[in-house]
Each structure stands twice: as structure tokens, then as C-alpha cells.
């Protein structure tokens, strides 16, 4: 699974915290810790797969197994708001 930032949401780090609303349904979202590494790591093409590996386990007091689970559950929501683009390939070009 690869993950890539929708180009057409409205999101603002302040702080420690990633702000982001999805101009599909105006949800709000506050991302940190983990959510805030996965956002940054999600550039379409780095595998949901490596970005816990290399990011969430190194950072985190977590399995690989736990920290993949639940970062597929965090992926699949933010998709599910438009915030988060999901593919089973690269993203070649996602409009960063």
C-alpha cells in the first residue's frame, strides 16, 4: 500500500500538531505523534509497509505488526475523507 497527501485539503502545522480539514466533508482533524510521522512520510512513493518501518518502529515504542495494523486503520479513515490517496502502486505524480 502506498500513501500520498491529497494536494486539495486545507492543513497548517502548528507546533507539534497537524491541522487538516477535508474540503469533502469539512471534518477537522488534529494529527501527532505517529498520525503527524505517517502524514509527513505519505509522499506516494514510500510503502505504508517501509514508513512503519522506518518511522513509526524506530520513533516508537511499538511492533511492526501492531504499528502496521493500526496505521492501516488510520490510512484507510483519512482516505475515507479524501485526505490520504491509497494505491497498490507509486503515486507517480499526486500534486504536492
Known amino acids: 500500500m502506498y500513501i500520498a497527501r491529497n494536494s486539495q485539503i486545507a492543513a ?5 500538531e497537524m491541522i487538516i480539514i ?3 466533508d469539512s471534518t477537522l ?3 501527532k505523534d505517529v498520525g503527524l510521522a ?3 512520510a505519505a509522499d506516494g512513493r514510500t510503502s505504508l509497509e517501509a514508513i512503519v518501518k522506518d518511522k513509526i518502529c524506530a520513533e516508537f515504542d511499538v511492533t511492526p505488526e501492531e504499528a502496521l495494523k493500526d496505521a492501516e486503520s488510520f490510512v484507510r479513515e483519512l482516505a475515507g475523507h479524501g485526505i490520504l490517496l491509497v494505491a ?3 503515486i ?3 500534486g504536492q
Open 29 to 31: 482533524f488534529t494529527l
Open 92 to 94: 507517480e505524480s499526486c
Open 12 to 16: 497548517r502545522q502548528l507546533g507539534d
Open 22 to 24: 477535508s474540503t469533502r
Open 38 to 40: 505517517i502524514w509527513q
Open 88 to 90: 497498490e502502486r507509486p
